[in-house]
């Protein structure tokens, strides 16, 4: 592991130009790759003390060996050559997506004499204009049965192509009219060169005019009374029309959009994009991506899947706009880049109203849907939960494999507000019905150890409490004379009575901390991990494994081990460790951000003159933030139940005199990992804010 002081470029030494940057490993492998409009402002962000990184960012800079740049005159070039070196180098820490899953499209060979259309899957090749990707193979087969009727082009391979132009006798679809059967001359190549250009502005979405055509052809020929070419033209338009039913307007305006919305979590993003033409959708496809830069924004990664997206595609394939959740930071590089390709101008926007916005929200559930099946693909399957436990227990060399697992993981704000959270699965699942929250109250400022050590005391006491019951209250910390497995319930006499010790009398349902885990994970390194076995050593349950999951290279560290237990990067036991972890973190983090909240809300509240609990708990619970309360007018706070003019107004005057003085008087609060501006009163991005953990 690297010190990246021993490879930080000399100040003065970074321009402050625009260009594109590299991070190399020891061995000259480029494991990231990023662009910035300032290269010294930028590159200086990550030679920061490594405690105010990011963990992702922290892994990044201690891997790599060197950094160089290169320096470019336009945001523009920096994208362009960007997009390069990641395509040449495929940086491990760069946000790469990948398809969740293998999208057909429906291809049309431009590139041959006789152009034939098919159905296929895999990366495009050039001479060949594909339509979609679309969701099924047998969808696209359906549409293009139809179309075949009204334009008769080519759809056979090549050999029996050749085949039937040797023998001078069409195939059965020519003789039932779904090819005009160039094969054996019955059309020139101009003729069938003019059907396949039908049939791609057909899909391309230039549908009202054909209809149009067809249906001035269709008058015009029942006019000359050919009834028969007047019921063929008919039943070419019934096709159509049975076709385009396929595909719902979604845009009245007939636009050619992309439309494209995320779902993130912080280790992963998934990706959605709908392609709408003339006003369809023609078009859907997914993506799913690690966020190996834990720094990354959502507009960051807009900006990084267009880039992907959009670079090795050709003009006709860029459309006019562009619509996106969040308008990233590049947008007039992008714009300009996107514009270069397309031949025309391209606009990138974010839907604010209307039909557009609609359509975004359905994509965004999309792409919910598509993350949640892809976090629980795996998790649903009992055998690889089975497969993660015996992972779990061979890597950590328990008795049996922990079929109940237990995380803690403690939260704070530059040591207030402390508080911890308890997560628990069973047979690799959540049971959220056991999840508790924690206060921390006996340990003062920021201490994770001394926090991790009372809450597994408290937790533990009440499990030892509840078995010694059973005895008639013998001494915690086994003087009851029981026994328990890594894996189950501790056994207090015979089978009946620990049974009976694990219900509650009164209410006939389990006690809320009666059962001991196979596993407790502590969300931490070496310290953690010597904390919490202190603390249940200490409790005499030294039988009860005990891990910790460090954040920044996802080592599991034992007690008293040097060295931690490195598992596979794809092995199931660690994924599930994460989950576990990662929950544990949620957990904590909303418990911490809703006392914040409220502990800031009565703060303000408290000099009000005739304000007491039960109307303090009224404006917490409408208001839900000081920010919010801040922008209620009086007469907003005076319609809740309890509140007259007068205490409304003194409510106003508290909340806004308490926002002067904070303005005034204090520096704002800083989210060192990424240099936001955070309001103390409202909770913060998707990642801890300052301090917290």
């Known amino acids: 592991m690297a010190d990246p002081s021993s490879y930080r470029p000399a100040p003065g030494s970074i321009p402050d130009s625009p260009g594109v940057y590299r991070f190399s490993d020891a061995a000259g492998r480029v494991i990231y790759v990023g662009k910035a409009k300032n290269l010294r402002a930028r590159l200086s962000s990550y030679f920061q003390d490594l405690a105010n990184l990011h963990p992702r960012t922290q892994s990044m800079v201690t891997t790599a060996a060197k950094v160089d740049w290169t320096v470019v005159s336009t945001e523009v070039e920096s994208l362009q050559l960007e997009y390069s070196w990641i395509k040449e180098y495929d940086p491990r820490f760069n946000v790469k997506y990948r398809d969740d899953k293998s999208y057909p499209w429906l291809a049309i060979t431009l590139n041959e004499d006789y152009p034939r259309v098919m159905v296929g899957r895999g990366s495009k090749k050039k001479g060949i204009r594909y339509f979609g990707p679309y969701s099924h193979a047998w969808a696209i087969r359906e549409t293009v049965d139809l179309l ?8 056979c391979s090549k050999g029996v192509f050749n085949r039937h132009r040797q023998i001078g006798r069409p195939c059965l679809l020519g003789y039932i009219g779904k090819c005009a059967a160039p094969c054996t001359g019955q059309v020139s190549q101009e003729e ?22 067809l249906e001035k052809e269709m008058k015009a020929a029942a006019a000359e009374l050919e009834y028969e070419r007047a019921a063929k033209i008919r039943d070419d338009l019934a096709a159509l029309e049975k076709a385009l039913a396929k595909n719902a307007v979604v845009l009245g305006d007939g ?24 006003g369809r959708i023609r078009g859907q496809r997914g993506w799913i991506a690690d966020k190996a830069d834990g720094t990354a924004t959502t507009g960051d990664l807009v900006s990084r899947f267009i880039q992907q997206m959009y670079a090795a595609e050709t003009s006709d394939a860029i459309p006019r706009e562009i619509l996106v959740p969040v308008v990233p930071d590049d947008e007039a590089a992008l714009t300009e880049w996107l514009s270069q390709l397309r031949g025309s ?21 999309n792409a919910l849907q598509t ?74 400022g920021q201490n994770d150890v001394a926090s991790i050590a009372e809450v597994l005391t408290r937790r533990f006491k009440r499990l030892l409490d509840e078995r010694a019951t059973l005895t008639g209250g013998a001494a915690a910390g086994g003087e009851s004379g029981g026994h328990e497995s890594a894996g189950g319930p501790r ?19 389990a006690k809320k901390f009666s059962y001991a885990p196979g596993l407790v994970v502590v969300d931490g390194g070496p310290p953690q991990v010597a904390a919490a076995r ?53 957990f904590a983090i909303t418990h911490h951000r809703s006392r914040r909240s409220k502990s800031m809300v009565e703060s303000v509240l408290d000099d009000v003159p005739g304000l007491g609990e039960v109307r303090r708990k009224t404006l917490l619970r409408h208001f839900g933030s000081l920010r919010k ?16 003019r007068r205490t409304a107004e003194s409510v106003v005057l508290a909340v806004n005199a308490a926002a002067t003085k904070a303005d005034t008087g204090r520096a704002p609060s800083v989210n060192t990992a990424t240099g936001e501006i955070l309001d103390d009163d409202e909770p913060g991005p998707a990642g801890p804010p300052n301090g917290e953990n």
């Not at 075949?148 to 759809?155: E, I, K």
């Not at 069938?192 to 549908?207: K, N, P, W, Y």
């Not at 693909?377 to 497969?387: E, P």
Request: aromatic residues 6%; contains cysteine; glycine residues 6%.
């Open 148 to 155: 075949l009727r009204v334009f008769p082009m080519r759809s």
């Open 192 to 213: 069938h060169r003019q059907i396949v250009e039908d049939f791609s502005a057909f899909l391309s979405g230039q549908t009202a005019t054909y209809v149009r055509r």
């Open 255 to 278: 636009t050619d959009t992309d439309v494209v919305a995320l779902s993130e979590d912080p280790l992963e993003v998934a990706v959605q994009i709908f392609y709408v033409r003339g």
């Open 345 to 365: 101008r391209v606009a990138i926007r974010v839907p604010q109203r209307g039909d557009k916005k609609a359509l975004m929200e359905t994509v965004e559930r």
């Open 371 to 444: 993350l949640t099946m892809h976090k629980t693909k795996r998790a649903s399957d009992l055998t690889t939960r089975n497969q993660a436990l015996e992972e779990i227990q061979a890597a950590l060399d328990l008795p049996e494999a922990p079929l109940r697992l237990e995380c803690y993981d403690v939260s704070n704000l530059q040591g207030t507000e402390v508080v911890a959270s308890m997560v628990v699965f069973e047979d690799g699942l959540p049971r959220k019905s056991e999840y508790r929250r924690f206060v921390i109250r006996g340990v003062e």
């Open 491 to 509: 056994v207090f006499g015979d089978e009946t009575d620990a049974a009976a010790a694990l219900i509650d009398p009164e209410t006939g349902r």
């Open 534 to 586: 202190q603390a249940m050593d200490e409790l005499g349950l030294g039988d009860i494994p005990v891990c910790g999951l460090a954040k920044r290279l996802e080592e599991v560290w034992l007690p008293d081990e040097e060295d931690p237990v490195i598992f596979s990067r794809t092995s199931e036991g660690l994924y599930l460790l994460q989950r576990l972890r990662d929950e544990a973190h949620r």
């Open 629 to 644: 309360l801040r922008q209620a007018t009086v007469d907003e706070v005076a319609e809740l139940p309890g509140f007259g």
